[in-house]
């Protein structure tokens, strides 16, 4: 569904992302591994269409869209959960939603009221404070409203970007749980992660950046095996 | 002079001034809050509107038409003075400002740009207009019998309009920025413009359109004033803007509450001001204002925290 | 600090010789009225450098200082209150006096940034533009718009300057003592201080300077100079007038300092040149001379808003962090401001 191959992307002089080749096919739970720094987020970003690469290419269906503005790449059916929520404080948790749903402004009412029912129902927590300004929900609640965010789009693919970040063990559990929950509701999902034991917890397959470039790449279960042993070079930068 | 009698009625006009540096404001703040930076040039923009007012009224006198009465004349002033000037505006963006934006230049680059386009504009109308003011002959259009009696003031039929224009149209963008989708995407793009983006927003449109509308809005108060005060210079943007933007400035640039708020404050204040002391040194109140909030509440009335050593 | 590139020596040169041949071989004395002028203008233009170029603080109203600097000559030498200090004795007193204004002025507008600090200091010339216009009353302060004149020419045992001639070679030497003023306090401590502050004033002050007393000397010692500029005005114009110091001329300063190249010297003293001698060569089209100075700002601006001879060190444009895609539309502001 998702294939970066040989993708290189540079922040002004510097070459971030060195090498990036990984692929997603329909009905998975991919995950990417690394530590800071390792490139992570920009790896996002250029799939997005956020960031340009300087080469390689990235297809979408077998599209390619690494030469299209973001608002085209995402009208193809891409969502995205960022990195630290980003969701709109100063708008309601309704107001963010309807957001999510932007790119679907051609779609019949009914389809949007069916949407906002299966976030709701994911998340009951936004319905009780669909009124509210999403600046002043919780962390847990915020990362809730992002991925509902994002499931407005009825993306095909959607791309999480660090989504157990600064967020208690326990929601983090939960988060996964949905993560896992709208994956068998038919969405295709690529999780980026620094949590490697819970991300391979959900995945079927994983691949390990380090440094821009993809060092590991194998079934989520033989990564979990190893992982013992990769802990430490996981855990380190 | 009885400082009382004339009070009920400097309040009435300090409102209706400050409607329309509510107005003017809007486009200031609605600039401001999606692109972080002050159109200078916006003075002008309501300065062209003022222009293109007159030169409708002026069209419609001229052709001896009988009939005329505001409740068709003033809308019909409106309509081309907010075309114009909302068209103005998305040619300055997509030509002295995109590309510096888009270039991530320092702050210093668009406004300077702006200044630029602020000196090209005053001095492209006074070559191609002439340098001697204009003047909007209301009272043709409104006579001066007609006046109202409000809370113990007579106040004329025109100053009603102008609250009741400028309200209807604050009213309108309020309305716009808050329920519909195109509002959300405004307000989406100016809180976070790579989310936005990310969302599927196209954020050069909405940023063209925010220009269109705060220009727009702009060009409405120069007809509203060229309406009231009658005479219209190439000038008039200079004073009337570093108003307008004190007014948005005061209720806490890029809150759109807050530049309504702002103007209507600033209205009132200026206008018992001048009742109470020198009319000479009016404009020395808003730079007042302007300086005080900026030093002791830089956040406006209505405005967030803004955060310590944030990146201009 | 870097020295000028190869032929910025040569156009270094070339503006010497030029300044201090030109009057002597000049086709009229009007002429060398325009080089007095650019001497003048020069002068102004590295006072608002040091404000502008070095410390990055973005004064829209130093047109003010001007002023100041200019009325308080008036007050100090001339009948309006019958004080006649001599030309040397006034002018230190008048740069100690506008420093002090300088300090005045920027104190408010410290925790300001970028477009704020603008703002305030065009309200403040405003303001003092105002004050200029109106003070003839309920007392007689500055002469109100009919402003002050038979201001005493500058004089020096005995000689008194009465022609284009001499007073182009006194603002000459005010130039000469300023630029080399200018390169001292760049390539010192505070010039340090400064350029930090500029870059980034968060990391500066986490480095340990001062930035309230770095900004402060900036406005300070960029008002003094501009206190000396506004002694040779009115001693030279023999008057002052209210309508000396409008916005539009601090604007004209700031096209100077940014037209050459912001924090580049040499690209100052270029700015005020071309921008004082340009509208004398093109006089038949002074109409359209404002026209084509806001026209000059917004190209200068999009095609190249380092100036002309690029100013050292300041990047007008920084290096874009991402390569953004078209449809993005610069960096995303930071979120939750007023």
Known sequence: MLKLTDVVTHYGPIRVLKSVTLEVRVGEIVCLLGGNASGKSTTMKTILGVVRPTAGRIEFESQRIDRLPSESIVRRGIALVPEARRIFGRMTVWENLSMGAFTRQAAPPAELAQDFERVYALFPRLEERRQQLGGTLSGGEQQMLAIGRALMARPRLLLMDEPSMGLAPALVDQVFDIIQTINRQGTTVLVVEQNAAVALGIASRGYVLQNGRIVLHDTAAALLAADHIRRAYLGED | ?312 | MTAPAGWQRWLAIVLGLAALVGPLVAPSDYWIGVMARICLYATLALGLNIVVGFAGLLDLGYVAFFGIGSYLYAFLASPHFGLHLPFFVAVPVIVVLTAFSGILIGAPTLRLRGDYLAIVTLGFGEITYLLLINLDRPINITGGPSGIIRIDPPALAGFVLTRNLEYHYLFLAALALTLVASARLRNSRIGWAWQAIREDELAARAMGINTTVAKLQAFAIGASFAGIGGSFLASWQHSVFPDNFLFTESINILAMVILGGMGNLLGVVLGATLLVALPEVFRDFQVYRLLVFGLMLMVLMVFRPQGLLAGEGRREEEPEPTPLVESEAGPGAPAGSG
């Open chain 2, 1 to 312: 002079m009885d400082v009382l009698q004339i009070l009920p009625q400097q309040l009435v006009f300090g409102l209706a001034l400050g409607t329309v540096y509510g107005l003017i404001a809007l486009g200031y703040t609605m600039v401001y809050g999606i692109l972080f930076m002050i159109n200078f040039a916006h003075g002008e923009i309501f300065m062209i509107g003022a222009y293109v007012g007159w030169w409708v009224l002026t069209a419609l006198l001229n052709a001896k038409l009988t009939g005329l009465h505001p409740v068709w004349v003033v809308p019909v002033m409106l309509v081309p003075a907010m075309l114009f000037a909302g068209l103005l505006g998305v040619c300055l963006e997509r030509f002295a400002y995109r590309p510096l934006y888009l270039r991530g230049a320092t702050r210093l680059g668009p406004l300077i740009s702006a200044i630029g386009a602020s000196i090209f504009l005053q001095n492209a109308v006074m070559l191609t207009q002439g340098a001697r003011m204009k003047v909007y002959m209301t009272s043709l259009l409104f006579p001066r019998t007609w006046r109202v009696q409000v809370a113990g003031a007579s106040v004329s039929a025109l100053v009603l309009v102008m609250i009741g224009v400028a309200g209807l149209m604050m009213w309108g963008l309020h309305l716009l920025v808050q329920r519909t989708t195109l509002g959300r995407s405004i307000r989406a793009v100016a809180e976070d413009r790579e989310m936005a983006a990310i969302m599927g927003v196209n954020v050069r449109r909405v940023i063209a359109v925010t220009f269109f509308l705060g220009s727009a809005l702009g060009g409405a108060g120069g007809v509203l004033v060229g309406l009231y005060y009658t005479q219209i210079d190439f000038f008039m943007g200079y004073s009337a803007g570093l108003k307008a933007f004190t007014a948005a400035v005061l209720g806490g640039i890029g809150n759109i509450r807050g530049a309504m708020l702002g103007g209507l404050i600033l209205g009132l204040v200026e206008s018992l001001a001048v009742t109470f002391m020198n009319p000479a040194y009016k404009d020395v109140v808003a730079f007042a204002v302007l300086i005080l909030t900026l030093v002791f509440k830089p956040t406006g009335l209505l405005g967030e925290t803004v955060a310590e050593g944030e990146k201009v």
